[in-house]
Nanobody, 121 residues
Framework: QVQLQESGPGVVKPSQTLSLTCTVS??????????WGWVRQSPETGLEWIAA???????DYSPSLASRASISRDTSKSQITLQLTSVTREATGVYYC?????????????WRQGTQVTVSL
C-alpha cells in the first residue's frame, strides 16, 4: 500500500522560496510506470497541478508555474521535493503530494491529506 507523507514549513514570507518534501513508502519512486507530483488547492485557483516527475526522473511542469517551480527526487530516501521560488500570497493553499500514472493526462490515484502553506509576513 503506497503512502505519501508531506512535510513543509507551514508559513513562508512573500518573495521567499517554498520547499516541500514528500516521503513515499510502500512502493518505489523508480518503479515503472509511476509518476509523482504536486497539486495544490486554494480558494483563488481551485485544484491546480504544479509539477510531476516520472519513474525515470523526467520532469514536467504546469506552464504557468514552470519558471518558478522545480521538482526533484532523492531515490535513496524515496523522497520527492518541490521548490517554488518568489512566492506571493496567491501561493497560499493546501499542497498535496500525489502519485499515479500518465496516459496523456495524469491520473493521480495516491493522495495524502496535504500540507497547509500560508504566505504571510
Amino acid at each position: 500500500q503506497v503512502q505519501l507523507q508531506e512535510s513543509g514549513p507551514g508559513v513562508v514570507k512573500p518573495s521567499q522560496t517554498l520547499s516541500l518534501t514528500c516521503t513515499v513508502s510502500g512502493g518505489s519512486i523508480t518503479t515503472r510506470p509511476y509518476y509523482w507530483g504536486w497539486v495544490r488547492q486554494s480558494p483563488e485557483t481551485g485544484l491546480e497541478w504544479i509539477a510531476a516527475i516520472a519513474y525515470n526522473g523526467v520532469t514536467d511542469y504546469s506552464p504557468s508555474l514552470a519558471s518558478r517551480a522545480s521538482i526533484s527526487r532523492d531515490t535513496s530516501k524515496s523522497q520527492i521535493t518541490l521548490q517554488l521560488t518568489s512566492v506571493t500570497r496567491e501561493a497560499t493553499g493546501v499542497y498535496y503530494c500525489v502519485g499515479g500514472w500518465s496516459s496523456g493526462t495524469y491520473n493521480w490515484v495516491y493522495w495524502r491529506q496535504g500540507t497547509q502553506v500560508t504566505v504571510s509576513l
